[in-house]
């Protein structure tokens, strides 16, 4: 079968090769990739910034957000069969921290967990892929053509429990969000916090008039660039800000979106980013508003099963209430032939897919 793979931490290394169909054990499901997304994670790994192979080979095939279905089952699966919609949730447990051990893979304590086409484990983006059943989240049919975008949608759901769960030290009932930045992870959070009765902000670079801006319009967000009026000044005019949730790509934003949030306010951080960037920061202002405000500063990356069976809840919610945005942040379906494309730059890139079969 085909699958496109890198050799880690050389740069530009894609290339699609032939490998085997993987066998099955009792316990595993194979399972018949329709499509993969692509984000930035995939593309650094593609830059040679990270990423490592599975134990015995020089290549990792790449993709962790997947949508795929069933093909055959194990002798001991069951509640799956062949012709399910399946996502594979990302990342696996280390052999035996209290959180690995706890279920909580998302919150691993010594490092040495396995994900999903970036760390020691074969992704997605080839013609099969296998799992065990534990790692499958099975998908309503008619979900089936906008699950992959479950994986982002998963992250964002462990944002909002995991700020509920902080935020118990109080009584806690946010009504005005901030989303920064407009990629998918911007867009299905801001979607998220709205169905959740919030009135949401969605600030990003782009001028108002763009795909993006349209999008979350859509929506009921109120959208402001950060490119027309300073992140100080649209602060400045929203006022006290409950919720903020960065997702830029950007560093630099992280300081300023702590001191965006008011008096008890949440800011998550969950930009993951690679480089060496340099910013002057106004650290007396910035501690004196975060200790006075009593405000909680956290970071969040990958999720627990438990955020993916709550992302299947809440995609069902948006397709009702909002199907032709969730439709609409598909803007780059790439067959795999010409995967090459997937890992173009592009300023109106939201979803960008591989199409695989």
Not at 48 to 58: F, K, T
Not at 323 to 348: C, G, W
């Amino acid at each position: 079968m085909k699958a496109l793979a890198v050799t880690p931490r050389k740069k530009y290394s894609a290339h699609l090769r032939d490998v085997p169909v993987p066998d099955i054990g009792d316990s595993e499901v194979l399972v018949r990739s329709v499509r993969a997304g692509v984000c930035g994670t995939d593309r650094e790994i593609h830059e040679g910034l990270y990423g490592s192979a599975p134990r015995g080979v020089d290549y990792l095939v790449l993709g962790h957000e997947s949508s795929g279905i069933v093909e055959s089952v194990g002798r001991s699966v069951h509640g799956f069969e062949k012709g399910q919609y399946v996502v594979r949730a990302v990342r696996r447990p280390c052999d035996g921290c209290a959180n690995c051990s706890a279920g909580a893979n998302d919150m691993c304590s010594s490092g040495n967990f396995s994900e999903s086409g970036i760390k020691e484990l074969h992704g997605c983006m080839a013609e099969y892929f296998k799992d065990e059943s534990r790692y499958l989240i099975q998908i309503p049919a008619d979900l089936g053509g906008v699950s992959v975008l479950l994986e982002p949608l998963s992250v964002v759901e462990k944002v909002l429990r995991q700020a509920r769960t902080i935020q118990q030290r109080l009584v806690w009932r946010p009504k005005t969000a901030m989303v920064i930045g407009a990629g998918p992870i911007g867009i299905l959070q801001a979607m998220l916090l709205i169905n959740e009765g919030m009135d949401v902000y969605v600030a990003a670079r782009s001028a108002p008039g763009n795909l993006k801006s349209r999008l979350a319009e859509s929506i009921g967000a109120a959208y402001v660039s950060t490119s027309c009026t300073s992140f100080e000044n649209i602060v400045k005019q929203i006022g006290s800000l409950d919720f903020v949730v960065e997702a830029s790509g950007d560093s630099s934003m992280a300081f300023q979106a702590i001191d965006a949030a008011g008096n008890n306010g949440v800011v998550c951080l969950t930009s993951i980013t690679c480089g060496n960037k340099e910013v002057s920061v106004p650290s007396d202002k910035v501690n004196l508003n975060a200790v006075l405000g009593n405000k909680v500063v956290f970071g969040s990356v990958n999720a627990n099963i438990i955020d993916h069976y709550n992302g299947v809840r809440s995609l069902k919610k948006f397709m009702d209430r909002w199907p032709d945005v969730v439709n609409a942040m598909f803007t780059h379906r790439v067959p795999l032939q010409q995967y090459e494309r997937a890992f173009e730059s592009r300023s109106d890139d939201i979803k960008t897919t591989i199409e695989i079969s």
